[in-house]
């Protein structure tokens, strides 16, 4: 079987990023290719080779799918605090206007009951 032979000249050219989450995602990219070319050209480090065993053992799987589902708890946990607030908007507005269809005037926090 024959080797292919790679030329420089056809290596992927970028515009540059406009952002630095841009930027630092070329970086991430490039640094993911050199690795892969590291890995098939078999001059990987033992580092580098340990840290891609890593990321596909089990644990990694599991930790990952951990963070994801605390994630999901996180955002559900925020909505439900934002819905609460909404709602304690509500019944408020709603006791108010109890208060002035009955007559007794719309209730103010900022006054002070003596």
Avoid: C, W
Avoid at 55 to 71: C, P, V
Avoid at 77 to 105: D, V, W
Wanted: charge should be negative; aromatic fraction near 6%.
């Amino acid at each position: 079987m024959a080797q292919k032979v790679k030329n420089e000249s056809s290596k992927k050219t970028f515009a540059p990023a406009m952002t630095p989450e841009g930027r630092e995602n070329d970086l991430i990219s490039m640094a993911v290719d050199l690795a892969e070319q590291k890995l098939r050209d078999g001059t990987a480090s033992s580092q580098l080779i340990s840290h891609f065993l890593k990321l596909g053992s089990e644990k990694a799987r599991l930790e990952k799918e951990i963070l994801e589902e605390q994630k999901k708890y996180l955002a559900a946990k925020t909505e439900s605090m934002s819905e609460s607030k909404h709602i304690e908007e509500l019944y408020s507005n709603a006791i108010n206007a109890m208060r002035a269809y009955s007559g007794m005037g719309a209730y103010d926090n900022d006054e002070e009951d003596v």
